[in-house]
C-alpha cells in the first residue's frame, strides 16, 4: 500500500518551497502533496480549521488509510496545535524538519529587539514560544534535527548546536517516539536526500535508521 504525505512549509515561506522535499519523498516511494498557509497573519485556529478540511477532503478521497505529515520549522509547529486540536484527523504519523518544540531563541531575539511585528506577526505568542499543549496519546512524532550552523543563527546570538537557525535543544518534544540529528542546514534540509530517507524510514516504521551519518 501506498503511503500518503501531508507536507506543511515554514514561516514566510509558501507551499511550493516544499517541492524539492516532495519530490524525494517520491523517491522514496511516497505519495506527496502539499499544504499552504499564511504563516505569520493568520492564527492558529485559521490554521487548523484549512488543514482539517483538507485532511477530510483526504479522508473522503481514501477513508481506508491513514495520512502522514511533514512540517518543517514553523510548519511542525503548526501540526503539534492541530493534532491537540484534531486528534481524530491524526491517521498516520508525524515527522517535524527543524521545529523549535522547546521555543526558538532566534525569534525571541527578534521580539526582543522590538521586530517581531514585521518579521513574526503573530507567529511568535501563538507558536514559537515553547507554549504548546502536549502530544496527544497514541500520536507518534519523530523530530529531525540539523547541526550544521550556517544561517541567520549567529546574527542573534544562537550559541550551541544548531542548524543555522535553531538549536538541536529546541528540536526535542515531550512524548515524541524519536529524534535524530544530521549534518545539515536549517534550510538545506529540504534538499537533502538523507533526510528525506530518514522522515520516509520513520513514516513507515515509527523510528528513524541509525547509520553513519545520524546521531
Same mark, same amino acid.
Given at each position: 500500500?501506498?503511503?500518503?504525505?501531508?507536507?506543511?512549509?515554514? /514561516?514566510?515561506?509558501? #507551499?511550493?518551497?516544499?517541492?524539492?522535499?516532495?519530490?524525494?519523498?517520491?523517491?522514496?516511494?511516497?505519495?506527496?502533496?502539499?499544504?499552504?498557509?499564511?504563516?505569520?497573519?493568520?492564527?492558529?485556529?485559521?490554521?487548523?480549521?484549512? +488543514?482539517?478540511?483538507? !485532511?477530510?477532503?483526504?479522508? =473522503?478521497?481514501?477513508?481506508?488509510?491513514?495520512?502522514?505529515?511533514?512540517?518543517?520549522?514553523?510548519?511542525?509547529?503548526?501540526?503539534? =496545535?492541530?493534532?491537540? #486540536? =484534531?486528534?481524530?484527523?491524526? =491517521?498516520?504519523?508525524? !515527522?517535524?524538519?527543524?521545529?523549535?518544540?522547546?521555543?526558538?531563541?532566534?525569534?525571541?531575539?527578534?521580539?526582543?529587539?522590538?521586530?517581531?511585528?514585521?518579521?513574526?506577526?503573530?507567529?511568535?505568542?501563538?507558536? +514559537?514560544?515553547?507554549? +504548546?499543549?502536549?502530544?496527544?496519546?497514541? !500520536?507518534?512524532?519523530?523530530? /529531525? #534535527?540539523?547541526?550544521?550552523?550556517?544561517?541567520?543563527?549567529? +546574527?542573534?546570538?544562537?550559541?550551541?548546536?544548531?542548524?543555522?537557525?535553531?538549536?538541536?535543544?529546541?528540536?526535542?518534544?515531550?512524548?515524541?517516539?524519536?529524534?535524530? !540529528?544530521?549534518?545539515?542546514?536549517?534550510?538545506?534540509?529540504?534538499?537533502?536526500?538523507?533526510? #528525506?530517507?530518514?522522515?520516509?524510514?520513520?513514516?513507515?516504521?515509527?523510528?528513524?535508521?541509525?547509520?553513519?551519518?545520524?546521531?
Amino acid at each position: 500500500m501506498t503511503e500518503h504525505v501531508l507536507l506543511l512549509h515554514g /514561516i514566510h515561506m509558501h #507551499a511550493w518551497t516544499m517541492f524539492p522535499f516532495a519530490r524525494l519523498l517520491k523517491q522514496q516511494g511516497l505519495d506527496v502533496e502539499t499544504f499552504g498557509y499564511y504563516s505569520v497573519w493568520q492564527t492558529h485556529e485559521a490554521h487548523c480549521a484549512a +488543514l482539517a478540511k483538507a !485532511v477530510e477532503a483526504f479522508f =473522503r478521497r481514501h477513508p481506508q488509510q491513514p495520512l502522514h505529515f511533514v512540517g518543517h520549522s514553523l510548519g511542525g509547529l503548526v501540526l503539534r =496545535r492541530f493534532a491537540a #486540536a =484534531r486528534p481524530d484527523l491524526v =491517521r498516520g504519523r508525524i !515527522v517535524t524538519l527543524g521545529t523549535p518544540h522547546q521555543g526558538s531563541h532566534t525569534a525571541k531575539t527578534i521580539r526582543n529587539k522590538g521586530l517581531s511585528a514585521p518579521l513574526l506577526g503573530g507567529a511568535y505568542r501563538q507558536l +514559537l514560544d515553547g507554549n +504548546l499543549p502536549p502530544l496527544p496519546e497514541g !500520536v507518534m512524532l519523530g523530530s /529531525i #534535527a540539523g547541526n550544521a550552523p550556517m544561517g541567520v543563527g549567529r +546574527l542573534f546570538g544562537l550559541h550551541g548546536e544548531n542548524d543555522g537557525t535553531v538549536l538541536v535543544a529546541e528540536t526535542r518534544c515531550g512524548g515524541m517516539a524519536d529524534h535524530i !540529528v544530521l549534518p545539515v542546514t536549517h534550510t538545506g534540509m529540504l534538499n537533502d536526500g538523507e533526510t #528525506a530517507h530518514q522522515a520516509a524510514v520513520f513514516l513507515r516504521q515509527g523510528s528513524f535508521e541509525r547509520g553513519q551519518k545520524a546521531a
